[in-house]
């Protein structure tokens, strides 16, 4: 079986860094796969040393079949440099996983990916893996379609990466003149839009609210597992978009996770109303509420 790039993007944690790589190591396919390490430049002086260590840490790996390392001088921010790396190691592979340094994958992660990349690599309605699931709930199926896309374990071909569109507010236009912000919402239950708004105002500068739109508007699914295979370690404060709190945690998988052609190609709607179901649950006024007075009570003013 081919195997696809790996493609880690890094900034200043070095714990986060080291925990993700040895997850990676306990994958039999890591051996035999080339690792293509992105490491972002500090913000200020104050960032130096941490991003220092990072990469004397990077340079340290072994493993793999072959790492290779590309250190940026200035501070590209994490938009920048997904759009920037994705693009440049899956045109030249034709096939990318993508990780951050928050991430910490399971034993069978690689397996699951490279055989998901190859099952549907000419399944052009699909074009999006994503191996997290945090919805934590078993009534999901093992592997299912939806118009939704993660960005934590996520891999994806040169076919459909070339539709990404980092153009905010042309997909914004798109959605309203469409009727198509509510369902892009999940029926409301998730701020997706208000997200996508807040990117064009310089608010955010999300790279996934842009390639979320970018699938959905031209109606491509991604192959989502309702078993995760990875878990987000960067709700602890110290990332750029995850302050506190666990509401995204995973119950992490631990056995191979069968990748089975899908038939017919089409949105898994039960899935999407489970999604909803979700988001209405933990991002309703009163969940809100009530996760905010709990950090509060724990002393966590995270973001």
């Known amino acids: 079986m081919d195997l696809a790039p790996i493609v880690l993007f890094t900034y200043n944690r070095l ?19 080339h690792l293509h390490i992105f490491c972002d430049g500090p913000k200020d002086d104050n960032d130096v040393s941490t991003v220092q260590a990072v990469r004397e840490y990077v340079h340290s790996i072994h493993g793999f079949a072959q790492v290779e390392i590309v250190e940026s001088e200035i501070n590209q921010g994490l938009a920048n440099s997904v759009i920037k790396g994705v693009t440049e190691v899956v045109n030249r592979y034709g096939r990318v996983i993508v990780l951050e340094d928050d991430l910490v994958v399971a034993p069978y992660f690689l397996k699951f990916m490279n055989e998901a990349l190859n099952l549907y690599a000419d399944e052009h309605r699909v074009g999006h893996i994503q191996a997290c699931d945090f919805t934590q709930d078993t009534s999901l199926p093992p592997t299912f379609l939806i118009k939704w896309t993660g960005s934590w374990g996520w891999a994806t071909w040169q076919r459909a990466w070339k539709l990404f569109n980092p153009d905010g507010a042309h997909l914004l236009q798109q959605l309203e003149d469409k009727g198509l912000t509510r369902t892009f919402d999940f029926n409301g239950n998730y701020p997706f839009t208000r997200m996508l708004r807040r990117q064009i105002a310089g608010q955010n500068n999300s790279w996934a609210i842009r390639w979320n739109a970018t699938l959905f508007l031209n109606d491509i699914l991604s192959l989502n597992v309702g078993r995760s295979l990875v878990n987000n370690n960067g709700f602890d404060g110290t990332g750029t978009n995850c302050g506190g709190g666990d509401l995204y945690q995973s119950n992490m998988w631990l056995k191979p996770l069968p990748v089975v052609k899908i038939q017919p190609i089409e949105e898994n709607i039960e899935a999407r109303k489970i999604f909803a179901r979700y988001y209405h649950r933990t991002n309703g006024f009163w ?3 009530f996760r905010r007075l709990k950090r509060t009570l724990k002393g966590d003013f995270g973001k």
Not at 15 to 33: D, M
């Open 15 to 33: 714990a986060h860094t080291r925990n993700l790589i040895e997850s990676l190591l306990k994958n039999q396919e890591a051996a035999n796969s």
């Open 287 to 289: 969940a809100k509420v």
